[in-house]
């Protein structure tokens, strides 16, 4: 039977560290009130000139993942990279990406599904690999948010959230009868709650797509209802799984739920990724282990991937 398994993984951070107390310079804030709210402490961001973009921070991460599976760039049947912060409007990051691997006609596929972009990456990559349109799949979650928000008072309610950062993993084929790789899948999406997370402009519905009274309104910068999001998840999430919100509703010890928003921030599609590697290289999942990916997020989507390791 045809599974899907992980070969590898990776993660890659740019340098740049943006402590509480650096955002408290830029807007009226305080460490005190952005752990209350957010339980984050600190997050990566690109070099404040710019200059670098997602498909960058993917070719870095993939070529740690790729070196751990073993593969070389002419090996991989398909990419799949899963950002909302592409590099340009268009094209997509996946052939920016291919072309930096050095690859002049594997197929790649952009998917702009936010926090679950990853879920939904996998998912895909799973009915590629089983349906044997592929047998290897490159999957990258990056995202550059630093240069799309408001760092002012204005916007620090979303300002003080998100990170910037990529990860990656190899999914394979493999040939078995044994209870292992992706076990099962779930996607969902409801258009109805758009508006309550979105980035307006530039729009191809307004023409021009973006002016100078959308700048100085602000258009151009994410905006948020947090209590619309949060109480969406608590409603949503336990019809696909568990998070850290329904951990003790559930009698779950702290050592089932791995979490790391506090030192990289929300990387939307990367955070997920970042998390598989970060604790895979700390040995709390491998060999045997069952884990459970969900996510929420802009859309509004939400999913799960269950994938058990091989013993």
């Known amino acids: 039977m045809k599974k899907t398994v992980i070969k590898g993984t990776g993660r890659y951070l740019p340098s740049r560290l943006v402590t509480n107390e650096d955002l408290a310079q830029w807007m009226d804030t305080t460490n005190e009130w952005i752990l209350q709210r957010t339980g984050i402490e600190q997050r990566y961001w690109i070099p404040e000139e710019g200059g670098v973009g997602v498909s960058d921070l993917g070719f870095e991460a993939s070529k740690i993942t790729m070196g751990r599976a073993g593969w070389e760039p002419e090996e991989i049947d398909l990419i799949i990279f899963a950002t909302l912060s592409p590099d340009l409007f268009f094209p997509g990051s996946g052939c920016l990406l291919a072309h930096k691997l050095g690859l002049t006609s594997t197929p790649a596929l ?57 990860a990656a993993v190899c999914l394979e084929r493999m040939e078995t009868d044994v209870k292992a790789g992706v076990l099962a899948s779930c996607l969902h999406a409801d258009g109805s709650l758009a508006e309550s997370l979105m980035t307006f402009a530039p729009a191809s519905r307004e023409n021009p797509r973006l002016d100078e009274k959308m700048l ?40 089932k739920v791995y979490n790391n928003i506090q030192r990289y921030g929300n990387t939307t599609a990367a955070s997920i990724p970042l998390a598989l590697d970060e604790a895979i290289e700390k040995g709390l999942v491998g060999a045997g282990s069952t884990v459970m990916f969900l996510g929420l997020g802009a859309g509004v989507t939400w999913g799960a991937v269950l994938y058990r390791f091989a013993a």
């Open 110 to 166: 952009d998917i702009r599904q936010q926090c679950t972009g990853f879920l939904y990456g996998m998912a895909t990559a799973d009915a590629y690999i089983r349906s044997s349109l592929a047998k290897r799949v490159l999957l990258v979650g990056a995202e550059v948010h630093s240069t799309g928000l408001d760092i002012s008072t204005k916007g620090r309610d979303v300002a003080v959230i998100f990170g910037d950062g990529a």
């Open 216 to 255: 100085q309104e602000g258009k151009h910068f994410p905006t948020m209802d947090g209590r619309s999001i949060f109480k969406n998840a608590v409603r949503r999430l336990p019809e696909v799984g568990i998070n850290q919100a329904f951990a003790r509703a559930l009698d779950l010890p702290e050592s």
